[in-house]
């Protein structure tokens, strides 16, 4: 089968590091994207993984082991505005998945 | 452009009633794809459309559920005699390509009573 494991809920401070972790059990995939929406807006994309390592856009990494079939997204300096739900999504045969995702609280 | 639009934004319908719902793609986009989001859950996916052909349809998906995307550009999502189990935020995203980012609409909410 395919699906997408991650955290249902992850709380941080402001101005700190969080991890949100992504575990999936799929065959033919490829590729790992991350996306944020925040409450009543629709997926915005963050990222993307098509190989191994870790990629850095601004405050936000994202990393990819596919021999572990793990990826995580890392937010830097957290920032209120960031609270919102994070979604990690799989590719296979061009199709996207979305695991259930994980609302991240930041406490001020 | 404006990104990726759709139409309606709200739906309220009664029970055993057919709706339609449309997409409007990013112009130069390939690919489209059809998903349905309740409250806390992921995105689900429906079916994706590469130009016209559809090129797959989830198997949970009702009968009741159908695609188009006529000419390759908008596309339309009609359901069939609605359930109350329909009621959810239906969302549309297009994408140049397959992997990589793909953009999407603000979602049509259906409400089914």
């Known amino acids: 089968g395919q699906s997408l494991e991650q955290p249902s809920e992850v709380t941080a401070v402001e101005g700190a590091i969080v991890q949100i972790n992504c575990t999936y059990q799929t065959s033919g995939f490829y590729g790992l994207s991350w996306y944020q929406q925040h409450d009543g807006g629709a997926p915005t994309f963050l990222s993307y993984n098509a190989l191994d390592g870790l990629e850095e856009t601004g405050r936000f990494s994202s990393f990819l082991s596919r021999s572990d079939s793990y990826g995580y997204l890392l937010l830097q300096e957290l920032q209120m505005k960031d609270s919102a739900s994070y979604f990690c999504?799989?590719?296979?045969?061009?199709?996207?998945?979305f695991g259930k995702g994980t609302r991240l609280h930041i406490l001020p | 452009d404006t990104g990726v639009s759709q139409d309606p934004r709200h739906k309220i319908t009664k029970r055993g009633q057919n709706v339609t719902f449309r997409c409007d793609p990013i112009?130069?986009?390939?690919?489209l794809y059809w998903y349905r989001q309740t409250l806390g859950q992921g995105p689900e996916f429906l079916t994706y459309?590469?130009?016209?052909?559809?090129?797959?349809k989830s198997r949970l998906l009702s009968d009741r559920f159908s695609a188009e995307r006529p000419k390759g550009s908008f596309s339309t999502l009609e359901i069939q005699r609605t359930e109350q189990g329909d009621s959810a935020m239906y969302l549309c995203?297009?994408?140049?390509?397959?992997?990589?980012?793909?953009?999407f609409g603000q979602g049509t909410r259906l409400t089914v009573v």
């Open positions: 112009s130069e986009h390939n690919r």
């Open positions: 995203a297009s994408s140049l390509g397959g992997a990589g980012e793909a953009f």
């Open positions: 459309f590469q130009n016209e052909a559809q090129l797959e």
């Open positions: 999504a799989g590719y296979r045969d061009d199709k996207i998945i």
